[in-house]
């Protein structure tokens, strides 16, 4: 019988992750935050009155195992000078579906089915109004997912304007998981709105399962400025309940100093780095490898077959 794995996350980072995982011999359950209140899936929130549905469909099209061409025309958007201009067509599709069956896990599920997904994509909540909230550190409050990013802020911390009620499938998942990861991507808008649930903290506290945190590789601009490893891992320990992190994996890759300083000067980003000897303290394992790649468009990715060969071989151990 497969290892059951359960991913948390949202943005770009899980779809990177989850395009090289799903080809390993495991049981995956993917569940995507649904609070992203920005571009195509903002207008879309607003004017159907649904979950935001973009970081679903990037899921959706990185497990597919269909003709790229058909991937690609999910993922496009369209250019024009009418009110399509900047969807892209899976939002449309998801949100279509979504008008049709009332739900937006059946809408997930039906899609995926189309798509031949073989593994399971679940929304955190069919919430229509989930607002994510952040409370900086001089006091302010900012409401929305997109506004938190776009600030640069340091945050006290994140919650939501009102509690969601959790699918009850995620907690299931959550309950029989093997392993439950953390997928790299921002902290504040795409990992900690899943802790931020009360019932999702009470089942993982209960789960058998180990936890492990996929290290981001760059810092988020005010966010997490001059963070560590270890920081990104404590900031998730002060989130979790009785259970904290047990495995952190993390890139040890020697990026090359014209792209550090090109993320540096465009994205206020700066590399992560290994502080080992403070990781050491925390009573957690550190897996650390060259994990990094330069991608066409000249920006670091993860690799994903790497990154996925490191969570195969860490569940296969027993």
Same mark, same amino acid.
């Given at each position: 019988?497969?290892?059951?794995?359960?991913?948390?996350?949202?943005?770009?980072?899980?779809?990177?992750?989850?395009?090289?995982?799903?080809?390993?011999?495991?049981?995956?359950? $993917?569940?995507?935050?649904?609070?992203?209140?920005?571009?195509?899936?903002?207008?879309?929130?607003?004017?159907?009155?649904?979950? $935001?549905?973009?970081?679903?469909?990037?899921?959706?099209?990185?497990?597919?195992?269909?003709?790229?061409?058909?991937?690609?025309?999910?993922?496009?958007?369209?250019?024009?000078?009418?009110?399509?201009?900047?969807?892209?067509?899976?939002?449309?599709? #998801?949100?279509?579906?979504?008008?049709?069956?009332?739900?937006?896990?059946?809408?997930?599920? $039906?899609?995926?089915?189309?798509?031949?997904?073989?593994?399971?994509?679940?929304?955190?909540?069919?919430?229509?109004?989930?607002? #994510?909230?952040?409370?900086?550190?001089?006091?302010?409050?900012?409401?929305? /997912?997109?506004?938190?990013? $776009?600030?640069?802020?340091?945050?006290?911390?994140?919650?939501?304007?009102?509690?969601?009620?959790?699918?009850?499938?995620?907690?299931?998942?959550?309950?029989?998981?093997?392993?439950?990861?953390?997928?790299?991507?921002?902290?504040?808008?795409?990992?900690?709105?899943?802790?931020?649930?009360?019932?999702?903290?009470?089942?993982?506290?209960?789960?058998?399962?180990?936890?492990?945190?996929?290290?981001?590789?760059?810092?988020?601009?005010?966010?997490?400025?001059?963070?560590?490893?270890?920081?990104?891992?404590?900031?998730?320990?002060?989130?979790?309940?009785?259970?904290?992190?047990?495995?952190?994996?993390?890139?040890?890759?020697?990026?090359?100093?014209?792209?550090?300083?090109?993320? /540096?000067? /465009?994205?206020?980003?700066?590399?992560?780095?290994?502080?080992?000897? /403070?990781?050491?303290?925390?009573?957690?394992?550190?897996?650390?490898?060259?994990?990094?790649?330069?991608?066409?468009?000249?920006?670091?990715?993860?690799?994903?077959?790497?990154?996925?060969?490191?969570?195969?071989?860490?569940?296969?151990?027993?």
């Amino acid at each position: 019988m497969y290892k059951k794995v359960v991913v948390l996350g949202g943005g770009t980072g899980i779809s990177y992750l989850l395009k090289g995982l799903k080809d390993f011999p495991l049981n995956i359950t $993917a569940v995507i935050t649904v609070a992203d209140n920005g571009k195509s899936t903002g207008i879309l929130r607003k004017e159907f009155n649904i979950p $935001a549905v973009g970081d679903i469909r990037k899921v959706i099209s990185n497990l597919s195992s269909i003709d790229p061409s058909i991937k690609s025309m999910m993922e496009y958007r369209f250019n024009t000078s009418s009110d399509l201009n900047g969807h892209a067509l899976g939002n449309l599709i #998801l949100t279509a579906m979504l008008d049709i069956t009332g739900s937006l896990k059946d809408s997930i599920a $039906a899609l995926s089915k189309l798509l031949d997904v073989k593994h399971t994509v679940l929304p955190i909540s069919e919430d229509c109004a989930l607002t #994510l909230m952040g409370e900086t550190i001089e006091g302010d409050i900012i409401e929305g /997912e997109s506004q938190i990013t $776009a600030s640069h802020k340091k945050f006290k911390r994140v919650f939501y304007k009102e509690e969601p009620e959790v699918v009850p499938e995620v907690l299931k998942a959550l309950e029989d998981a093997d392993l439950i990861i953390f997928s790299m991507g921002s902290l504040y808008t795409s990992i900690l709105p899943h802790l931020i649930c009360k019932k999702i903290i009470d089942t993982i506290d209960h789960s058998k399962a180990k936890l492990m945190y996929l290290c981001n590789a760059m810092t988020q601009p005010g966010e997490t400025d001059h963070f560590g490893v270890s920081d990104h891992v404590k900031l998730l320990n002060e989130y979790l309940g009785k259970k904290k992190v047990d495995v952190v994996v993390a890139s040890n890759t020697k990026i090359d100093e014209t792209i550090a300083r090109k993320y /540096e000067s /465009e994205e206020q980003k700066d590399p992560v780095f290994i502080d080992r000897k /403070e990781l050491s303290n925390m009573n957690l394992e550190l897996l650390e490898d060259d994990l990094l790649t330069l991608a066409e468009d000249g920006t670091l990715k993860h690799n994903g077959l790497k990154l996925s060969s490191i969570i195969f071989s860490y569940l296969m151990r027993d």
